[in-house]
């Protein structure tokens, strides 16, 4: 009786272990966001990593070249991929700057404060991935750019919209240390087979 007892137990053992192990058996699609993730230190403005199922590289040059503009006080790039309605809000209405020169130098300057050195970014993880309108600030964003469009509601005439969230990577020019800034959200749309990004 203890010999069939014993002899169960091992086997019941044995299934346990192979359905552990065929549930661990996923394909990549199945996989969540950060389980592939790439890394591109030469192709755009900016050094990038994300995970290359959920975003496609135009997307991402999209995003390198918003924040290289940033960093490197570029309105002409910034104003290549700044969403138009988004930049024009912020010039005009909420800042009261003159151009879009003022607006790209005021960011630069902005980030500058916020590290008290000036710098260069040498990576950009985005940590996170969402293609959710109806929560968080994807949400509020759009909500907000359809209440400042003056014809129908921006949020019907882009093909798509994402929430990102960034890691920022730097380094202090002088040479005396790096940083990191976390929890940085940009938002990405798609108008007219064309990105856009805001922040």
Same mark, same amino acid.
Not at 69 to 95: F, G, M, R
């Given at each position: 009786?203890?010999?069939?007892?014993?002899?169960?137990?091992?086997?019941?053992?044995?299934?346990?272990?192979?359905?552990?192990?065929?549930?661990?058996?996923?394909?990549?699609?199945?996989?969540?966001?950060?389980?592939?993730?790439?890394?591109?230190?030469?192709?755009?403005?900016?050094?990038?990593?994300?995970?290359?199922?959920?975003?496609?590289?135009?997307?991402?040059?999209?995003?390198?070249?918003?924040?290289?503009?940033?960093?490197?006080?570029?309105?002409?790039?910034?104003?290549?991929?700044? %969403?138009? @309605?988004?930049? $024009?809000?912020?010039? !005009?209405?909420?800042?009261?700057?003159?151009? +879009? &020169?003022?607006?790209?130098?005021?960011?630069?300057?902005?980030?500058?404060?916020?590290?008290?050195?000036?710098?260069?970014?040498?990576?950009?993880?985005?940590?996170?991935?969402?293609?959710?309108?109806?929560?968080?600030?994807?949400?509020?964003?759009?909500?907000?750019?359809?209440?400042?469009?003056?014809?129908?509601?921006?949020?019907?005439?882009?093909?798509?919209?994402?929430? %990102?969230? @960034?890691?920022? $990577?730097?380094?202090? !020019?002088?040479?005396?240390?790096?940083?990191? +800034? &976390?929890?940085?959200?940009?938002?990405?749309?798609?108008?007219?087979?064309?990105?856009?990004?805001?922040?």
């Amino acid at each position: 009786m203890k010999k069939l007892l014993c002899l169960l137990l091992a086997c019941l053992m044995l299934t346990g272990c192979a359905t552990q192990k065929q549930k661990m058996n996923y394909t990549e699609e199945e996989l969540p966001y950060g389980a592939t993730m790439k890394s591109d230190k030469n192709s755009y403005t900016v050094p990038m990593t994300w995970d290359r199922r959920f975003l496609e590289p135009e997307q991402i040059s999209a995003v390198a070249d918003y924040l290289g503009a940033i960093e490197k006080n570029d309105a002409e790039l910034y104003q290549s991929v700044a %969403l138009p @309605l988004y930049t $024009e809000y912020q010039v !005009n209405e909420v800042y009261d700057y003159q151009n +879009t &020169e003022a607006l790209v130098n005021a960011l630069h300057e902005g980030l500058l404060g916020q590290l008290a050195e000036d710098f260069q970014i040498d990576m950009i993880l985005v940590d996170a991935f969402s293609d959710d309108r109806n929560s968080g600030g994807l949400q509020a964003m759009l909500k907000l750019l359809d209440g400042i469009s003056e014809e129908k509601p921006f949020s019907e005439t882009i093909q798509n919209a994402w929430s %990102l969230n @960034l890691e920022w $990577e730097f380094s202090y !020019n002088n040479g005396e240390g790096s940083g990191r +800034t &976390e929890n940085q959200y940009l938002y990405l749309f798609q108008v007219d087979d064309k990105y856009y990004c805001c922040m």
